[in-house]
């Protein structure tokens, strides 16, 4: 890739039930602290309304509470689920987090990852993607012009209506579609302009299709007149790092098991082949949707990713999760500031470079140094005999 490499995170978050989700959603407020100290670009944080561990309900509200304890890190919601909102009542919000956040806010938008949302609020799962295009259409159209927008659809209704503010962000805030395996992320945000933000790029199958899929965001780009910048592409994928591969996988012993019985009986998303003896790290290793490991095995892992990419991408975010205890969660994030950033944005390169430098050149350099402190010292004598004369 010709560009620096950014990295962040994606909350969801999840939270093993039977915990106290007071101090949970208050430790997920703690992480976005660490991570805007040590340097992380950004974090996005999920919405969902049932299933008890991913316990965001609006992400939005934990925008602004994370905005007051942070300076630098930007913040999305990680996803809007569109067909759950009017979409007047969205861009309202987003352009006053924008204000509030002085320009740090960025608004992901999906069609709803959980069915048993869509189930509760009386939403057929069928609609929910053109549901999500119509509501996106009208969202852009309310932050990039003034002009009054009227819409009639079966489940919302518009009349003259327009944003009050304008954007603190000019032209507005940066806007990305989540994409899972289905072409329907990048058809949209190729046919709107918006960023891509690939939330199943590591599973087996996403890997396979990240090419295929940002060619036919190329393809919707070209067909509307909008621009695909893969600087502006998010691959999500799943991360533990400590110093040794023994030690991140004594890490996650402390809850990746509740991790993947989530994903095999709640979500039905199995992360792992069932019935096998093999350490459950070691699985998630082999099937490439993730990396539990050491610095080095997440940067082999990230190139795999940009060669599979078919030309690169912007932002690697890391999942949230709660696999190791805090201390082991933080100091994992640590080791990705400290060893594979440097690694992709090439900040390590210029201090790497002049140590060499002056390595290479160490006996000119003491050797003149060494002349000036023996003129010195011989000066210093000779005044000294002048005086004394």
Not at 299 to 323: C, K, M, N, P, Y
Request: charged share 20%; proline share 6%.
């Amino acid at each position: 890739m010709d560009w620096p490499l950014r990295f962040g995170i994606f909350m969801a978050p999840f939270h093993p039930v039977g915990q106290n989700p007071t101090l949970a959603l208050e430790r997920d407020l703690d992480l976005v602290v660490h991570l805007d100290k040590i340097g992380f670009h950004e974090a996005w944080f999920g919405e969902h309304h049932s299933a008890g561990y991913e316990i965001i309900a609006s992400p939005e509200l934990f925008i602004a509470t994370a905005a007051e304890r942070t300076r630098h890190i930007r913040l999305g919601t990680g996803v809007v689920s569109l067909p759950y909102h009017h979409p007047f009542m969205v861009a309202q919000r987003i352009v006053q987090l924008d204000h509030l956040t002085r320009g740090r806010v960025m608004l992901g938008v999906g069609p709803g990852a959980l069915p048993s949302d869509a189930f509760m609020l009386g939403i057929d799962p069928a609609v929910q993607r053109d549901r999500m295009e119509e509501s996106l259409e009208v969202i852009l159209e309310l932050l990039r012009t003034d002009e009054p927008v009227t819409r009639e659809t079966e489940w919302f209704t518009l009349r003259d209506a327009r944003l009050h503010l304008r954007p603190y962000t000019q032209p507005h805030p940066e806007v990305a579609v989540a994409a899972m395996i289905s072409p329907s992320g990048p058809r949209a945000a190729g046919k709107y302009g918006c960023s891509l933000l690939s939330i199943g790029a590591t599973q087996r199958a996403g890997i396979d299709l990240l090419g295929q899929n940002w060619q036919v965001m190329e393809d919707r780009c070209a067909e509307f007149g909008t621009v695909a910048d893969r600087q502006a592409w998010r691959l999500v994928s799943q991360v533990h790092i400590a110093e040794t591969k023994e030690q991140a996988y004594r890490d996650v012993e402390y809850g990746l098991h509740q991790y993947i019985d989530y994903f095999r009986r709640v979500a039905a998303l199995p992360m792992v082949p069932e019935g096998s003896d093999e350490h459950p790290a070691e699985l998630l290793n082999q099937t490439g949707a993730g990396v539990i490991g050491t610095p080095d095995d997440l940067i082999e892992f990230i190139e795999h990713l940009a060669e599979q990419s078919g030309g690169g991408f912007g932002t690697f975010l890391v999942q949230a999760h709660e696999w190791a205890d805090p201390h082991a969660t933080h100091r994992s994030y640590e080791l990705i500031a400290q060893h594979v950033m440097p690694h992709f944005d090439g900040s390590a390169q210029r201090p790497t470079a002049s140590r060499d430098w002056v390595a290479e050149n160490r006996p000119q350099f003491m050797g003149a140094a060494g002349g000036a402190i023996m003129a010195a010292i011989a000066k210093h004598h000779d005044e000294q005999a002048a005086k004394n004369g």
